[in-house]
């Protein structure tokens, strides 16, 4: 992270420092964020990942609810069982531990299925959006345009140079209705 920060920071000193030629270049930001929230279909996509995440977060917890479960059990008769009972109803419990953890993972690890599905179903809607960004600055002729929401954060921006009422335009989204 903090590489793209010296990256931008040295790209704008060499930018603002650069000859007159350069001078000329015109710069435009967007805010991603505000794009895609502006979306119906972004909405949608996050709406049926959101009903995935829960679906799958209700599973994790009845498994952790069976194996809490099982180890009030344990509790109860721990007693009552011999010695190789007892390992075993401990490695049982251990097991079903691990197994809630897999499934944590499976479903909400980093390279899990709601990771899959966001990848899945966003990767369209942020495709259509780059395009519609690429069309504005090269319709409007803009050398640069900068992503607002994403890593590279300005101290100032105009709002002048904001271009993403345009690219909501060109993706066909009328603002005006929406406020």
């Known amino acids: 992270m903090h590489s793209s920060y010296s990256f931008v920071s040295l790209f704008l000193v060499a930018l603002l420092g650069a000859s007159p030629a350069y001078a000329q270049q015109k710069l435009g930001y967007v805010d991603s964020e505000y794009i895609l929230e502006q979306l119906p279909e972004y909405a949608t996509v996050q709406q049926q990942i959101d009903r995935m995440a829960q679906e799958w977060q209700l599973e994790v917890e009845e498994r952790r609810n069976e194996v809490d ?43 899990g299925r709601v990771f899959q599905e966001q990848e899945r179903l966003v ?49 066909g989204i009328d603002i005006d209705s929406q406020n």
């Open 69 to 111: 479960e099982l180890f009030r059990e344990y509790q109860a008769r721990e007693l009552l069982y011999t010695n190789d009972e007892r390992q075993r109803q401990r490695d049982e419990i251990i097991q079903a531990e691990e197994g809630i953890e897999q499934l944590r993972m499976q479903y909400f690890g980093p390279e």
């Open 123 to 171: 990767r369209p809607i942020q495709e259509s959006v780059l395009e519609a960004i690429e069309a504005v600055a090269t319709r409007d002729g803009y050398d640069y345009v900068f992503d607002k929401g994403g890593d590279y954060i300005f101290m100032y921006v105009r709002d002048q140079f904001d271009l993403s009422d345009d690219v909501l335009e060109e993706l």
